[in-house]
């Protein structure tokens, strides 16, 4: 990532400001925050210069606008570029025709046309003055005629700033540099015309806390709590699509915070309030919200410094942040103050596929996060020094795919402050680890499949294939499991004492 140009001393607009040299001496600071901002963005996207003269020549003014500034001033600009334009949305399919590698239409009912050029992908948009009916979020598309009116119907301040390219010159007249710098979200228009035309972006606003580490104004903060239930209006995609977002940001937690701090967690993820038990003076146990979000913290922690350079795992940070959802519905208070969470890992990863598929997350999706909630109090029980190499292996067996997962689920999930109890679990699932990885080599764990395949087992027991082949298969997988490799002689015989047991064979004669 870049440096940002406010990384360093002081100017007129707060703490952060750039301290690199102005355009002349004596400048004003904020003319220098300005040219600083302008020209770093060009430094990151030479391409921009290139497309504002081809829309020069034919007569219309170029401006890189909304995210694309933002995320330039702040040093994590990527290969996707966002400009507007006073022309019609035809107009600037011809100009980028000759000029672009690929270009498409997709979106250009709402006057958005999008090119390819040297791994730089660009969407042009035309000034856009919509109109919102405030039923849904749908706005009736309206080209505009200014970048002034463009800019005020934007989400926040932030993402409200344009660069005019042939000037050089930075569009502000929401302050959202100064919005940037001080790291605030707050909205053009009052938060409340802002919501009610697009309830989508109280989630937004979360997502950027979550992505950028911004706190929201006060009003900002206000609104969304009284407004919160809007968000009933926005489709189950658009909201998981902002839920993925957040949750895969930097800061997730802050982002998970807001949600459940002005009530819309109770409209897209009421199971997380929900964990926020009342605890009592005679049945003390962990604040399962707040334990809920330090394992999200230590996983995204775990994620990192595996692969710092990596993708978020969006699966890991749902089955962190979801693992204990259960417990609300399973606590039980027990004689002598005790309490009790009996079995929330079952009734936890129902709740998830539930919820998960009322967002419309994918099959995959759900079942991986379902399963890792599932799964992740297995290995409890195992520092006490009883499973046998068969519990080891149906642990790398049931996790199959998302064994790394359920390595950084179950070690986040430590959070006890008793440092010897934390050392002492942490030395345990080393200790399983370390056992996987000898199995493994020995017996090739990743591979586990029964010593007989299906097309011997039809030729052992004369069956045709069906019901039967299966049930034998999965047997035999279950020896295999108990027992480590059988052989093939072993295997036969196994194969036919089930068969036998089954009544799928004769209990006297026959093969064997």
Aim: charged residues 30%; negative net charge; contains cysteine.
């Amino acid at each position: 990532m870049s440096p940002s140009v406010f990384d360093a001393a002081d100017s007129d607009y707060g703490p952060r400001a750039s301290a690199a040299q102005s355009p002349g001496a004596g400048a004003d600071p904020a003319r220098t925050a300005r040219h600083n901002a302008v020209e770093e963005l060009l430094r990151q996207a030479p391409v921009a210069e290139e497309l504002a003269r081809r829309f020069a020549a034919s007569g219309f003014t170029l401006y890189i606008v909304g995210g694309s500034v933002r995320d330039a001033l702040l040093g994590r600009l990527g290969g996707d570029l966002d400009f507007t334009t006073e022309a019609r949305p035809e107009q600037v399919q011809g100009l980028l025709e000759e000029w672009a590698e690929t270009v498409w239409d997709t979106g250009i009912e709402f006057g958005t046309v999008g090119a390819y050029r040297r791994g730089v992908t660009v969407e042009i948009t035309t000034f856009r003055a919509d109109t919102y009916d405030r039923s849904s979020r749908n706005p009736e598309v309206v080209f505009g005629d200014s970048i002034d009116g463009d800019l005020f119907r934007r989400d926040f301040t932030v993402n409200a700033m344009a660069v005019e390219l042939a000037e050089r010159e930075l569009v502000d007249p929401h302050d959202g540099l100064r919005d940037v710098i001080q790291q605030r979200l707050d909205t053009p228009a009052t938060p409340e015309e802002s919501f009610a035309d697009d309830p989508l972006r109280m989630m937004r606003a979360a997502r950027f806390a979550a992505q950028l580490g911004f706190e929201p104004a006060e009003r900002v903060l206000e609104a969304m709590r009284r407004m919160a239930d809007e968000i009933e209006r926005i489709t189950p995609e658009r909201i998981q699509a902002e839920l993925s977002k957040l949750l895969c940001g930097r800061h997730p937690r802050r982002g998970i915070e807001l949600l459940v701090d002005t009530g819309l967690a109770d409209h897209v993820l009421p199971e997380l309030p929900a964990m926020r038990l009342e605890i009592d003076e005679h049945h003390q146990h962990k604040d399962v919200y707040l334990h809920s979000l330090v394992v999200l913290d230590q996983a995204v922690d775990l994620e990192r410094a595996d692969d710092p350079e990596g993708e978020p795992d969006l699966t890991l940070r749902l089955a962190a942040l979801l693992h204990d959802i259960g417990k609300p519905a399973t606590r039980r208070f027990e004689p002598g103050g005790g309490v009790s969470f009996h079995h929330h890992e079952v009734v936890g990863a129902k709740m998830t596929r539930k919820r998960l598929r009322a967002l419309r997350y994918s099959k995959d999706t759900i079942a991986d996060v379902s399963n890792l909630v599932y799964l992740h109090l297995r290995f409890h029980g195992y520092g006490e020094g009883n499973w046998t190499d068969s519990a080891v292996r149906r642990y790398v067996n049931d996790a199959g795919h998302l064994l790394q997962r359920l390595h950084k689920l179950v070690r986040a999930d430590c959070t006890t402050r008793n440092k010897r109890k934390a050392r002492a679990l942490q030395r345990a699932y080393d200790d399983l680890e370390a056992r996987i990885q000898r199995i493994a080599e020995e017996e090739d764990l990743a591979k586990v499949r029964p010593d007989l395949d299906g097309n011997e087992i039809i030729e052992l027991l004369g069956v045709s294939p069906g019901p039967v082949v299966g049930r034998a298969w999965r047997h035999l997988k279950d020896v295999r499991l108990d027992q480590g490799p059988l052989g093939r002689e072993d295997a036969v015989a196994e194969l036919y004492r089930w068969a036998r047991a089954e009544g799928v064979l004769p209990s006297e004669g026959g093969p064997g």
